[in-house]
T-cell receptor, first 121, second 108 residues
Framework: QVQLQESGPGLVKPSETLSLTCAVS?????????WGWIRQPPGKGLEWIGS?????????NPSLKSRVTISVDTSKNQFSLKLSSVTAADTAVYYC??????FGEGYFDYWGQGTLVTVSS | EIVLTQSPGTLSLSPGERATLSCRAS???????LAWYQQKPGQAPRLLIY???SRATGIPDRFSGSGSGTDFTLTISRLEPEDFAVYYC?????????FGQGTKLEIK
């Protein structure tokens, strides 16, 4: 069973960089699939942030592209998100998920439980 | 960017009734790339439907998806108490994903 688990600071100061990691178990990242980040501000809808392949190939949401970096560490079977210059508008629950685009599909089939990141001084 | 508009915003029904949720796209979406998710409070979204009409693993057959082009529908044939939640549609195109704003299905 594929499982994903987000980790990282729950509180980030404005203008700083948000950093999260997603540990994957039950499936080797190197075996295929893209791996993505999605966020959800409190009480609001879902927003795709970006996705990465084990080779390092990335796709980003154009609205966030200038501030986002997603990286992968196949040796640890995990991938990471960095979002720079954060503001209160970046306060959200951040989810990691498996992205099926590499198999001719277009959806997220496994999700982490999510982690709340609050941007506040 | 393809914008997905879901309607209604809130749907109030009773257990045993039929629910029909709509998702309209601002431009044509490939049926292969239209999905539906269910989200309960405090939980991650759960994949229900992919490819507009294929049920994900373990999803009961009371859930069905249909549609093409710009108009898609999620139907729950007979509501169970555990079906009351928020539902999101999602599309994939031009290497990016967008989600609808959600429909809240609440108990009447």
């Amino acid at each position: 069973q594929v499982q994903l688990q987000e980790s990282g600071p729950g509180l980030v100061k404005p203008s700083e960089t948000l950093s999260l990691t997603c540990a994957v178990s039950g499936y080797s990242i190197s075996s295929g699939y893209y791996w993505g980040w999605i966020r959800q501000p409190p009480g609001k809808g879902l927003e795709w942030i970006g996705s990465i392949y084990h080779s390092g190939s990335t796709y980003y949401n154009p609205s966030l592209k200038s501030r986002v970096t997603i990286s992968v560490d196949t040796s640890k079977n995990q991938f990471s998100l960095k979002l720079s210059s954060v503001t209160a508008a970046d306060t959200a629950v951040y989810y990691c998920a498996r992205d099926t685009r590499g198999f001719g599909e277009g959806y997220f089939d496994y999700w982490g439980q999510g982690t709340l990141v609050t941007v506040s001084s | 960017e393809i914008v997905l508009t879901q309607s209604p915003g809130t749907l109030s029904l009773s257990p045993g009734e039929r629910a029909t949720l709509s998702c309209r796209a601002s431009q044509s979406v490939s049926s292969s790339y239209l999905a539906w998710y269910q989200q309960k409070p405090g939980q991650a979204p759960r994949l229900l439907i992919y490819g507009a009409s294929s049920r994900a693993t373990g999803i009961p057959d009371r859930f069905s998806g249909s549609g093409s082009g710009t108009d898609f529908t999620l139907t729950i044939s007979r509501l169970e108490p555990e079906d009351f939640a928020v539902y999101y549609c999602q599309q994939y195109g031009s290497s990016r994903y967008t989600f609808g704003q959600g429909t809240k299905l609440e108990i009447k």
